[in-house]
Every structure is written in structure tokens, then in C-alpha cells.
């Protein structure tokens, strides 16, 4: 089983930066590929990021939804059981819970993804 916490949200202004980050318990953290979701009030859970499993033959691919490519960028310590998503040149758009999240294989889909943080509050002020 693991438990993931995030950690890194607030309030920042447009065109700010902000890094989350999740941290995982579990031996196991670097078997599972981990993504980031976020979640307006009012809207589904949508994919922002995911890095594919260390171990595996694509070790570390990172994948990204096309609304924050070249503005988000994922990262993985296993030495440390932690993910990141680095945040920049955010918009009011991003404004939004986010969750972190732990799968047998990446994926877009949140239905593939078996563990969930509890969220954090990211808001962008215009």
C-alpha cells in the first residue's frame, strides 16, 4: 500500500511559480508510475502530469496535458519517496486542487490510479 501527501500549494499571482510536492510511504514507490490531477470547483479531475515508473524500459518518461506543457515540469527521487510538479508561468486557469497519485503504469486516465493524496489548494490571482 502507499500513502501520499501533498504539500507546495497557495495562493501566487500570474505568471508566478510554485513546486509541489508529494511525499510517498511504501517500499515500494519507485514500482509505481505517479501522476498529478487537478480538480476545479465544479469540474472533473483532469490529468496534468505523469512519470512513468523508474524501473521500467521507459524509466522516468514524463507526459503531460497540452495545456501546461512547457510550464509544468514532473520529477521523481526515489531515494527520497518523493514527486514534484514544478509550476511556472502560471495562469488563473490553473487555479485548482491538486492531487498526487500512484499507478501500476502511467496513464491520462484517473480511473487507472489506485492511490491518492489528500490534495492542495493552488490559487493564481489575475
Known amino acids: 500500500q502507499v500513502q501520499l501527501v501533498e504539500s507546495g500549494g497557495g495562493l501566487v499571482q500570474a505568471g508566478g511559480s510554485l513546486r509541489l510536492s508529494c511525499a510517498a510511504s511504501?517500499?515500494?514507490?519507485?514500482?509505481?508510475?505517479m501522476g498529478w490531477f487537478r480538480q476545479a470547483p465544479g469540474k472533473e479531475r483532469d490529468f496534468v502530469a505523469a512519470?512513468?515508473?523508474?524501473?521500467?524500459?521507459?524509466?522516468?518518461?514524463?507526459y503531460y496535458a497540452d495545456s501546461v506543457k512547457g510550464r509544468f515540469t514532473i520529477s521523481r527521487d526515489n531515494a527520497k519517496n518523493m514527486v514534484y510538479l514544478q509550476m511556472s508561468s502560471l495562469k488563473p486557469e490553473d487555479t485548482a486542487v491538486y492531487y498526487c497519485?500512484?499507478?501500476?503504469?502511467?496513464?491520462?486516465?484517473?480511473?487507472?490510479?489506485?492511490?491518492w493524496g489528500q490534495g492542495t489548494q493552488v490559487t493564481v490571482s489575475s
Open positions: 511504501g517500499r515500494t514507490f519507485s514500482s509505481y508510475a
Open positions: 497519485a500512484a499507478a501500476r503504469a502511467s496513464s491520462y486516465s484517473p480511473g487507472e490510479y489506485e492511490y
Open positions: 512519470i512513468s515508473q523508474a524501473i521500467s524500459w521507459n524509466g522516468g518518461r514524463t
